[in-house]
């Protein structure tokens, strides 16, 4: 068994910064790649940020605001959002793609609301 405990989101104002965690915690082999998506209301849920070992991703409409990081020790992913923008609002879930008994597949966090609004 896997779990992800998201802590970070709620109400900033415009031109504010959040920061998210995701923390994994189970029976984890490796992590192949950490991640984060977020889903507005009406909206399908999207890719905002990915990192692996070797690189980073980003959506367009945050590079340069949004930063991902990850502590391995911890099996820890953050995301640093700054200079948000009322688009920014939506549920982020971070996303771990791991080994967990010799099987490979994508874990989900449970979802944090992110608010940017005056």
């Known amino acids: 068994q896997v779990q992800l405990v998201e802590s970070g989101g709620g109400l900033v104002q415009p031109g504010g910064s959040l920061r998210l965690s995701c923390a994994a915690s189970g029976s984890i082999f490796s992590i192949y790649s950490m991640g984060w998506y977020r889903q507005a209301p009406g909206k399908q849920r999207e890719l905002v940020a990915i990192?692996?070992?070797?690189?980073?991703n980003y959506a367009d409409s945050v590079k340069g605001r949004f930063a991902i990081s990850r502590d391995n020790a911890k099996n820890t992913v953050y995301l640093q959002m700054n200079s948000l923008k009322p688009e920014d609002t939506a549920v982020y879930y971070c996303n771990f793609n791991l080994y967990s008994d010799y099987v490979r597949r994508d874990y989900w966090g449970q979802g944090t609301q992110v608010t940017v609004s005056s």
């Open positions: 990192i692996t070992n070797s690189k980073t």
